[in-house]
């Protein structure tokens, strides 16, 4: 009775593979006669070399429970679909199962990803035999695929959850401080105990009471945003100059949180001041918690302190979307109407201003697509932010292909000098973009004695105009000849 006749093989409760390794055997002893020591190495040099010695190995037979894992309906099927079981990294496992055969061991073991015919991971544990007898070619191994996905998966998420948890501490962008006030509950308790009631009273009649709390605080860990918070190069550095932080302002935001303590909110949030090893301010919004489980003595508590100034930054950048065209990074139509209304208010003069408009952005759109367009304005957007920039001047987008630029205080040679300006920024830009230049109709003006902001725009709109008429005029004579 061979192995296949046997029910402990048909009947398994696991899954079970008789394979035929002899040609691997063969392949050793080629690769000793070459002088081959190092197999790991060997195999490692050429990674091809893996994939060749798996694909001598023959299987001969499997029982119903590893039809049933992969997801086959009998044998052919199941040899027919290797390539999609073993995928991946199986061959950095292959690799153990070669070298302890390689090294006369009869038996392996190692852990895999192998993949059902219907796509589905399988975690296994994987152990070979070679079956009494046929050591000497290897012409018979028989191995075992346990399915060990529900241990890995639930092992993998216990991992998972505490690298996430440890990743939540040490990576968190807030500044997060675990510390121990089990000595400030028991000096709360002992007062309590002497018959205490008004709080406030006491701490103003005692002022040194907060001073004992605070060092009474002992910190457990700190995490790196608090490092970085604070300037602190390290968590020793930053624990030998505690007293630094609590300096000034802190004072009261401590008394502050004392009370709340003495009242039992255990949760609280406040906003504070800090100063950082510098003697820098940061202000911060403090939230107070005492972690679960500790609430009888105080020992865990999280203080996560975030830097209000992230959300001033987040403020400022809203009110520059709100003023700037996003696609031209230029001041938009608003920001152009308020400056205007303000120069007009202003006694500031003279005040000029220079017109702009794109000439031949319909046509680059019809025959290119709006994205050419899109790039033209763009070069446009940064041309005349180079232009105003270290300048008191401001260059707007008003419209689809329009532009205007303001010059408070610009008289007509500081406009003539500007109008040079971007002529000349314009024929760099016309050297780098020579297949697609920009063509602009410009045109400007300066306010004259007891002119309107608004009548000296309307001119240089209208001188515009005159130029974008002139354009098209000789755009349409060239068209008519060719």
């Known amino acids: 009775m061979t192995i296949l006749d046997t029910p402990v093989f048909t009947l398994a409760p696991i899954a079970l593979w008789l394979e035929d390794f002899s040609e691997i055997k063969k392949q050793f002893e080629l690769w000793r006669a070459q002088g081959i020591q190092d197999l790991r190495g060997y195999l490692l040099e050429d990674p091809s070399r893996v994939i060749e010695c798996a694909s001598k190995i023959k299987i001969l037979s499997v029982n119903q429970k590893t039809l049933e894992l992969y997801e086959a309906q009998d044998l052919q099927h199941l040899i027919s679909n290797l390539e999609q079981i073993f995928k991946g990294d199986m061959a950095s496992t292959h690799i153990d199962e070669l070298i302890s055969l390689w090294e ?113 605080v002992l910190i457990i860990d700190v995490n790196q945003a608090t490092l970085d918070l604070f300037g602190a190069p390290d968590k020793n550095t930053l ?83 709100g003023k700037h065209d996003v696609l031209t990074k230029l001041l938009n139509r608003s920001h152009y109407t308020e400056e205007v209304n303000r120069l007009e208010r202003s006694s500031l003069r003279p005040v000029s201003s220079i017109y702009i408009d794109m000439n031949g952005l319909k046509v680059v759109n019809d025959a290119f697509g709006h994205d050419s367009g899109d790039d033209l304005l763009r070069r446009t957007g940064e041309l005349l932010n180079q232009l105003v920039q270290n300048t008191q001047y401001s260059a707007c987008r008003i419209g689809g292909d329009e532009f205007v630029i ?27 973009h020579s297949n697609q230049m920009l063509n602009l109709s410009i045109g400007s003006a300066t306010t004259l004695p007891q002119e309107s902001i608004e009548e000296m725009l309307k001119r240089a709109d209208q001188a515009m105009y005159t130029q974008k008429r002139a354009y098209y005029v000789q755009f349409d004579r060239r068209e008519t000849q060719d």
């Not at 092992?155 to 121990?180: G, H, I, K, M």
């Not at 502050?256 to 301010?281: K, P």
């Not at 003539?416 to 024929?427: D, F, K, S, T, V």
């Open 104 to 216: 006369g061991q009869t038996e392996f073991s190692s852990q895999a990803v192998n993949y059902s015919l219907n796509g589905k991971r399988l975690d296994i544990q994987l152990r070979g035999t070679v079956v009494p007898s046929h050591e000497h070619d290897l012409s018979l191994v028989l191995v075992s695929t346990e399915n060990i996905t529900p241990y890995t998966a639930a092992r993998r998420q216990a991992d998972q959850q505490r690298l996430l948890a440890e990743s939540r501490f040490v990576y968190s962008p807030t500044s997060l401080w675990v510390e121990d006030f089990s000595r400030i509950k028991s000096r709360l308790d002992q007062l309590r105990h002497l018959g205490i009631d008004d709080f406030n009273t006491f701490l103003d009649v005692h002022p040194d009471f907060i001073q004992q709390c605070i060092r009474d």
């Open 239 to 321: 624990l030998q100059n505690i007293h630094k932080f609590f300096a000034g302002e802190m004072q009261h935001t401590f008394r502050e949180q004392l009370i709340e303590l003495w009242n039992g909110n255990i949760h609280h949030q406040r906003e504070a001041i800090n100063y950082a090893l510098d003697g820098s301010i940061r202000h911060v919004l403090l939230q107070f918690t005492v972690f679960p489980g500790y609430e009888e003595d105080w020992s865990t508590v999280q203080v996560a302190l975030t830097d209000i100034t992230a959300r001033k930054k987040a403020e400022n950048y809203l009110e520059y979307l």
């Open 406 to 432: 303001l010059l408070p205080g610009a008289d007509e040679i500081a406009l003539h000098n500007c109008l040079a300006g971007l002529q000349e920024l314009l024929l760099i830009d016309s050297q780098f």
